[in-house]
C-alpha cells in the first residue's frame, strides 16, 4: 500500500472536481465518498443534490475564517493505493484506512473535533484519495511534521492487519518517482518512460567515472540533454538544470529537472563531494602488460573485476566506511552499462537502475577512498563498447561473474543495518546481473568445457583430482554426473604458462563471497584466470601457448591482496 502526499494553494474546488470528473482517460468510475471528518458531508457522487461547490465550501470554511492568517498552503491531498495483487476492499475498509491515514498523520487525530476538515473519495477499486484543509476547524494550523514518513509507516501496519503485500520500509533516501501526470504525458507522447527517469539514468551515467565538473557537464550535452547551469553574481556555478529535448509544457518550455529532483545525490554539491575523488590519469589502475590481441576494453574489464572483488571483500567487513564502495559500485555498473553489446544492455541497465537505490543510505563514509573504483567505471567508458565475443565477451563475463557476488555482499550490509529497500534492490540487481553473465559467458564456458574434454585422459584426470581434493570430495568419486571440464581446462593453461595449480586453486577458493555463488565452478574458473593473466577466452587446443618463465606457487590469503591503487596480478607478466 502506498500513500502519496501533495500541497497545494487556494480552495480545494478544483481538487474536488478532479476527484469528481471523468479523470484525464475516462479512468474514474462511481465516484463517491467512504468516509469524511463529520460523516455527514454532502456527496455529489451518490446524492444528485449535492454538489461539488457545496462540498469544496464546507472544507474551506475553516481557511476562508481566518482571513490574511491562512497559510501559503492550505490543501492536503494523500492518495492511498493497494498493490495490483492485493485482496478487494471494500468501502468499509477503506473508510478505515482513511481514518487510520489522517489520524497518524495528525490531519485529524482521533477523537479530536475541532481538527482539520477532511474527505476520502473512491473513484477505483485500487486506491482512494483524502483530501483536506490545513487549518483547523478551531482556527489554529495545522500540526504536520514528518506526516510523509508517518503516513508510510502506518501504511506498513494498515498492510500487516489486513494481510496485504508488505512494502519494505523506507528511509527516505529514495529518489523521487514520477508523478500520475507525468505517466500520463509519457504514454500521450509515445514515449517509453516518463522523461525524469530517463533524465536520472543519463545524468547517472554522465558522472560515472568523470574526472571533472567540465567533463561531467560535457558528457551531458553529448548525450543530447538541454543543459542550463545557474550561476551566481560572482560568475560560480551554483547548480545545474537539464531537459530532454521535445519534452516541453503547455507554454511551449522545456520541461527543467535540477539534478537535486532527480535523485538526492545528484545535486551538484554531492556530485562534487564524488569528483573530489578524481580519477584523473594518475590515478589510473596500474595493469599487467596486455597480452596480444587483447582489446582496451577487454582489459579495462579484466582490471575492474580485480578492482570489484576487493571491493566485495571490504563489504563484508560491515563497517559504515563500506557505504562508499556501494556508490562505485553503483558507477562501475553504469559504465558497463552504456557500454555494453546489445544482447546484454537491456539486463545491465536495468540491474545498474535497481542498484541505484542501493547505492543510498543514511550511512555516511567520511574516510574511504573510492578512487579505484571511479578509476575503474572511467577506463571502461574511455574504452569503448566490448564486441561481445572473444577475449571481449570473457572479460565481460569475468567481470559480471565478480558484480553478482558484489551486490550479494551489498545485500547482506544492508539487511545487517534493516534497509530492508535498498536490500531487495541490491538482490533485483544481482537477479539481472546474473541474466546478463549467462548470456555473456555462455560462448567462452563452452570453449572451455570443450577444451576439457580435449585433455588427455591422465592430464584430466590429474586435474579433477586436485579440484576434488581442494573441494574436500572423495578422490574416486565417480558415477555423480559432476563435471569440472572448464576448471580442469583452465588449471591446465595456468600450469603451461608456469603457475601451480593447486595454489591457485586453494588462493581462489579462499576469496571471500564464494559460498553465495550459485555456480562456484564458474567464478573459480574466472578467478583462476584473472590470477594467472590467462586469456578469458581460451586459444584452441591446436595452438597451444607454452611458458616462457616460471613463477613461484602463489600464496594463499583470505581476500585479494590490492595495491593503493590496483589489485595485484600474481604470476608472471607476458
Avoid at 472536481?17 to 479512468?27: I, K, V
Wanted: hydrophobic share 35%.
Amino acid at each position: 500500500m502506498i500513500p502519496k502526499i501533495r500541497t497545494g494553494t487556494g480552495g480545494t474546488y478544483g481538487l474536488i472536481r478532479y476527484l469528481y470528473g471523468p479523470g484525464q482517460r475516462d479512468e474514474h468510475t462511481d465516484q463517491h465518498l467512504v468516509a469524511s471528518w463529520n460523516d455527514f458531508a454532502p456527496d455529489p457522487g451518490r446524492n444528485p443534490h449535492h454538489t461539488i461547490a457545496q462540498l469544496a465550501a464546507q472544507l474551506d470554511q475553516p481557511v476562508k475564517a481566518i482571513g490574511d492568517r491562512a497559510p501559503d498552503s492550505t490543501i492536503w491531498h494523500c492518495s492511498v493505493r493497494a498493490d495490483p495483487g492485493d485482496r478487494h476492499l471494500d468501502d468499509n475498509d477503506w473508510a478505515t484506512i482513511a481514518r487510520r491515514i489522517v489520524h497518524a498523520t495528525g490531519i485529524a487525530p482521533n477523537g479530536d473535533t475541532t481538527a482539520c476538515r477532511w474527505v476520502a473519495v473512491r473513484h477505483a477499486e485500487d486506491h482512494i484519495h483524502i483530501a483536506a484543509t490545513l487549518v483547523r476547524q478551531d482556527g489554529r494550523l495545522a500540526g504536520l511534521s514528518f506526516d510523509r514518513r508517518k503516513a508510510q509507516a502506518e501504511a506498513r501496519l494498515i498492510e500487516k492487519d489486513y494481510g496485504l503485500r508488505q512494502l519494505n520500509p523506507g528511509d527516505g533516501t529514495a529518489a523521487k518517482t514520477p508523478t500520475s501526470q507525468e505517466r500520463f504525458k509519457a504514454e500521450r507522447t509515445g514515449r517509453t518512460e516518463p522523461p525524469r527517469e530517463t533524465l536520472r539514468e543519463a545524468v547517472r551515467q554522465a558522472v560515472a567515472g568523470a574526472a571533472t565538473e567540465d567533463e561531467f557537464f560535457t558528457r551531458l550535452r553529448e548525450a543530447g540533454l538541454r543543459l542550463k547551469l545557474r550561476h551566481a553574481p560572482s560568475g560560480d556555478v551554483l547548480g545545474y538544470n537539464v531537459a530532454l529535448p521535445g519534452d516541453r509544457n503547455r507554454a511551449s518550455e522545456p520541461v527543467w529537472f535540477a539534478g537535486s529532483t532527480l535523485a538526492p545525490d545528484l545535486s551538484l554539491p554531492r556530485i562534487r563531494r564524488r569528483l573530489t575523488d578524481s580519477p584523473a590519469a594518475t590515478a589510473q589502475p596500474r595493469t599487467a602488460t596486455p597480452r596480444t590481441g587483447r582489446s582496451a576494453p577487454a582489459r579495462q574489464r579484466r582490471d575492474a573485476a580485480g578492482i570489484a572483488e576487493h571491493a566485495t571483500a571490504l563489504l563484508d567487513n560491515r563497517d559504515d566506511e563500506a557505504a562508499a564502495q556501494l556508490v562505485g559500485a553503483g558507477e562501475l555498473l553504469d559504465a558497463l552499462a552504456q557500454t555494453s553489446p546489445a544482447a546484454t544492455r537491456a539486463e545491465l541497465r536495468d540491474a545498474a537502475r535497481a542498484f541505484e537505490r542501493a547505492t543510498r543510505s543514511h550511512v555516511r563514509a567520511e574516510n574511504a577512498d573510492i578512487r579505484v573504483l571511479r578509476s575503474a567505471a572511467r577506463g571502461i567508458v574511455h574504452a569503448g563498447g566490448a564486441l561481445g565475443r572473444g577475449e571481449d565477451g570473457g572479460a565481460t563475463a569475468m567481470v559480471l561473474s565478480t558484480l553478482v557476488l558484489l551486490t550479494l555482499a551489498a545485500a547482506r550490509w544492508h539487511s545487517a543495518r534493516g534497509h530492508a529497500q535498498q536490500a531487495a534492490a541490491s538482490r533485483q540487481a544481482a537477479d539481472h546481473l546474473r541474466a546478463a553473465y549467462q548470456q555473456t559467458a555462455a560462448t567462452p564456458m563452452r570453449a572451455m568445457r570443450e577444451r576439457g574434454q580435449a585433455l588427455p585422459e591422465p592430464e584430466r584426470r590429474r586435474h579433477e583430482a586436485t579440484i576434488r581434493a581442494a573441494r574436500g570430495e572423495p578422490e574416486n568419486r565417480t558415477g555423480t554426473g559432476r563435471s569440472y571440464d572448464a576448471l580442469a581446462a583452465t588449471l591446465a593453461e595456468a600450469e603451461k604458462a608456469g603457475h601451480d595449480p593447486k595454489a591457485l586453486l586453494d588462493e581462489a577458493a579462499s576469496w571471500r563471497e564464494l559460498g553465495t555463488a550459485r555456480n562456484t565452478d564458474d567464478v573459480l574458473v574466472w578467478r583462476i584466470r584473472r590470477i594467472a593473466d590467462l586469456p578469458s577466452t581460451p586459444s584452441r587446443p591446436d595452438r597451444p601457448k607454452t611458458a616462457t618463465t616460471r613463477a613461484k606457487p602463489v600464496p594463499s590469503r583470505t581476500s585479494p591482496r590490492v595495491e593503493p591503487l590496483a589489485p595485484a596480478r600474481p604470476g608472471p607478466r607476458r
